[in-house]
């Protein structure tokens, strides 16, 4: 079992609002670069979407509930079939995205116990929590051309010590996806 993180990413490391839907002033980023650079299975999930589970917080569990379940393409099929975990306290309908359920027990804990590999997606709160117990083991990252200067980091001032390798780097359009393995100690 691994925990993977994805995330669209900016060059100056910030993960909020790429798509323009929490309407922040400088929100919409990831998506001014076009649909060739967001669309598909950017991030080369693959099998891992057939055989794992995804893991997401309650804004990102909202967004995506709104997105996936009207769209019918291969990659939105396999997002519409994979079973999601959602971490929150205060939503308790998930029944608008197939195969969604809010996780009961403590996230390190659900992580922890979880058999199949954890696709985390967006989820800035969950990635930090992951961070804090050293869960993550691979950082999936499509990083646009884009310099924000604030707004929410992947990588916060203060967060812990991460030793990581590139595996990989290749151009996606106008980003690229870099895949990053945490290496031995």
Not at 149 to 176: I, N, Y
Request: glycine share 10%; aromatic share 8%.
């Amino acid at each position: 079992m691994s925990v993977i993180v994805i995330e669209f990413i900016t060059l100056d490391g910030i993960v909020s609002d790429p798509d323009g839907s929490a309407g922040t002033p400088s929100g919409g980023w990831a998506f001014r670069h076009g649909p060739e650079t967001v669309a598909g299975d950017k991030f080369r999930l693959g099998d891992t979407l057939d055989d794992g589970v995804m893991l997401l917080g309650r804004t990102t569990w909202q967004l995506f509930s709104r997105l996936w379940p009207g769209r019918d393409d291969p990659f939105a099929r396999r997002m519409n079939a994979v079973p999601k975990l959602v971490v929150s306290r205060s939503l308790t309908d998930t029944s608008t995205w197939a195969n969604s359920r809010v996780i009961d027990a403590d996230l390190v804990e659900t992580v922890n116990r979880e058999g199949r590999d954890v696709i985390v997606t967006g989820s800035p709160s969950v990635v930090h929590a992951l961070m804090a117990e050293n869960l993550i083991d691979e950082y999936r990252l499509l990083t646009f051309p884009t310099v924000l200067g604030t707004g929410r980091r992947l990588f916060p001032d203060g967060g812990p010590h991460a030793q990581l390798e590139c595996v990989s780097a290749e151009q996606a359009g106008a980003a690229v996806l870099a895949v990053y393995r945490k290496t031995a100690r």
